[in-house]
């Protein structure tokens, strides 16, 4: 990991402690923690490992279904290293439930994270299927469902995929339109699917990456949300900032880490070559 | 091999070289693109009418502006002009009748009225004088020497621009047969954006538009290459453009899609996977009616006149109608000839 990126992820660890000390309550937290065990995986140096004590010490507890599926399992996974009961907790109660039909809208993710693996039976679509549903239009079901197709068959690029073109052209097109419309997340996660879709390097992945590492600002968290933050503000709503930045931040961490190094691909080093499941000692 | 060899051969034996048909799928898709486009073109042609110009009156000749109605008419009349580059466009009935009508219209209508005092016409002016230059090849242009005695002023080529304007100025000055003093094409290239494109995630519309069309001027659409400039990274605004191309196709922006073809094609890039999917993706966008869709299209046309709607509706669509008809005419107009 270039130190670019490590000196990023040490400033990213140090917002997300002020975050949490800022605002203590327990979906700032979750955020926070999911954050700072990003920033100590990527870099794993003395300021990051202090941030993580810190959250993870004086921090309320957190709220494990407040944010997104990928948000808990990375926090849990490193509440996990202190041997955490709750966040074992968590992870038995989404163990239980993850044959639950529609319960979890993404089956890919919680498969990688509790078994290190793909997850088996999903249905793969044509490359024809693909480019129709990334010629959708970005706010469609389509496309969405496209770009979890991708994640799920690559196993968030633990399976080397090598999409036919113009796939990972069409990708790279809509992470660009996705950043222009500062959808950060949605660019995010574009660009790491690119990165699944084909090993080639592409001008769109140099761009996005420039385009991420421009946006964190001197705090350390990714993203300028001045106005949607003061618009919140005014609105009443609690904790803005912390509810729009940290998971932008972790997004975009996590996405420059993989794009990045090429060869990294953080769900295998977060959640492990066998799964959450099996470092709590449970059957998945 | 002897004679007897082949013609005792069957048809399915004997290889057919593939036809090229630059970046449309096949020649169906393209033929059906094109005759769509031209139904709505000639269906709308009375919205691309220009103001009869003698009768615009009570205002100071230079305040006068272009407007929508004089742009649209200019534009199709540009496009026109490409169209005739390519024999089987040139001849194609639709095309021919287009072309008729517009240069009617630019006669009957005045347009070249006042042209030494109306001096912000004059750039929509010039281009109509390309534009007539081209569909009447070898007839006198007697409007050339009033919008010579413009230029010859010292000013239209003086006054401060971007090195976008200008060339765009520049290439219908030259198309239209006027001498300027505007800087060599190099000199040009050497100050524009193309040089460094701007980032794409902050790229504004306006400024795609600016890419595109340095790229076909300094091309004279795809019939030279670009100037040679030290500095100048050919290889990094290839792969802008196929950047560009993908992104706006991700915005369903059609017209930057079709103004992005056709930039590879002046740029004389190989017919690939993005560029077929990309001229696959506008026919598809096609509307039964033959036009291609904009944005904001449909237009909201709530508590509008059936007419009203029909124009809201035309200023909406008719410019990247219009551009697909240039990159039909690009992509035909560079074609090998068979």
Same mark, same amino acid.
């Given at each position: 990991m270039s130190r670019l990126i490590q000196a990023a992820a040490v400033r990213a660890s140090g917002y997300a402690a002020r975050m949490a000390a800022q605002t203590r309550d327990a979906r700032t937290t979750l955020n926070a923690l999911a954050l700072a065990h990003l920033c100590r995986t990527i870099a794993p140096t003395p300021a990051t490992l202090q941030a993580w004590s810190k959250i993870a010490s004086e921090s309320p507890n957190p709220d494990w279904l407040a944010s997104d599926l990928l948000t808990g399992l990375t926090a849990a996974a490193g509440m996990l290293e202190t041997g955490d009961a709750r966040a074992a907790d968590y992870l038995r109660l989404l163990v239980d439930l993850r044959q639950t039909d529609g319960l979890f809208d993404d089956t890919a993710l919680l498969e990688v994270a509790l078994t290190g693996g793909p997850a088996l039976g999903l249905p793969r679509r044509s490359d024809a299927a693909i480019i129709d549903g990334l010629l959708?239009?970005?706010?469609?079901p389509d496309f969405a469902a496209v770009l979890t197709a991708l994640e799920a068959a690559s196993a968030f690029g633990q399976v080397p995929l090598s999409m036919v073109d113009p796939i990972p052209d069409l990708l790279e097109g809509a992470a660009a339109a996705a950043l222009r419309a500062y959808d950060l997340p949605l660019g995010a996660r574009l660009l790491r699917a690119r990165r699944y879709a084909s090993p080639r390097p592409g001008a769109g992945l140099e761009t996005g990456l420039a385009f991420l590492l421009s946006s964190q600002a001197e705090d350390g968290g990714f993203g300028d949300y001045d106005t949607a933050i003061a618009t919140l503000n005014v609105e009443g709503q609690a904790d803005a900032e912390a509810r729009i930045r940290l998971p932008v931040s972790f997004q975009a961490l996590w996405t420059l880490a993989e794009l990045e190094d090429p060869a990294l691909r953080l769900a295998r080093r977060v959640f492990g070559a066998d799964g959450l499941a099996a470092r709590i000692g449970v059957a998945a | 091999m002897t004679l007897l060899d082949i013609t005792a051969s069957s048809p399915d034996e004997i290889p057919v070289a593939p036809e090229i048909y630059g970046v449309f799928p096949d020649h169906e898709s393209r033929s059906c693109l094109l005759e769509g486009v031209l139904s709505w073109l000639g269906m709308r042609l009375e919205l691309f009418d220009p103001p009869q110009e003698e009768a615009v009156t009570g205002e100071v000749p230079e305040t006068i502006v272009q407007g929508r109605r004089r742009k649209a008419f200019g534009e199709l009349g540009a496009a026109l002009r490409l169209a005739s580059r390519a024999p089987s466009l040139r001849t194609h009935p639709r095309i021919r009748l287009l072309a008729a009508e517009w240069k009617r219209l630019a006669r009957e209508r005045n347009i070249f009225f006042d042209a030494r005092r109306r001096i912000q016409l004059f750039p929509p002016m010039a281009v109509a004088l390309a534009v007539l230059t081209a569909i009447e090849p070898g007839e006198d242009q007697p409007d050339r020497l009033r919008l010579q005695t413009v230029l010859d002023r010292g000013f239209m080529d003086r006054v401060e621009r971007s090195a976008w304007h200008k060339l765009d100025l520049k290439y219908y000055f030259e198309a239209a047969g006027l001498t300027h003093g505007f800087e060599g094409d190099a000199a040009l290239l050497a100050q524009c954006s193309l040089m460094a494109p701007p980032a794409l995630p902050w790229a504004s519309t306006m400024d795609l538009y600016g890419v595109t069309h340095l790229i076909f001027h300094f091309t004279d659409f795809g019939t030279r290459p670009l100037p040679a400039v030290a500095g100048f990274d050919r290889d990094t605004l290839d792969r802008y453009v196929v950047l560009a191309l993908a992104m706006c196709l991700a915005e369903r922006d059609f017209d930057l899609v079709a103004e992005l073809l056709m930039s590879r094609l002046c740029l004389g890039a190989p017919a690939d996977p993005l560029s077929r999917t990309a001229a696959a993706a506008l026919c598809a966008a096609q509307q039964a009616e033959g036009f291609m869709p904009d944005r904001?299209?449909? #237009?909201?046309? #709530?508590?509008?006149t059936p007419a009203e709607a029909m124009e809201k509706e035309f200023f909406g669509v008719y410019h990247p109608t219009v551009v697909t008809l240039f990159l039909i005419a690009c992509d035909m107009a560079l074609e090998p000839a068979a």
């Open positions: 959708a239009g970005m706010e469609t | 904001t299209w449909p #237009a909201d046309v #709530a508590g509008l």
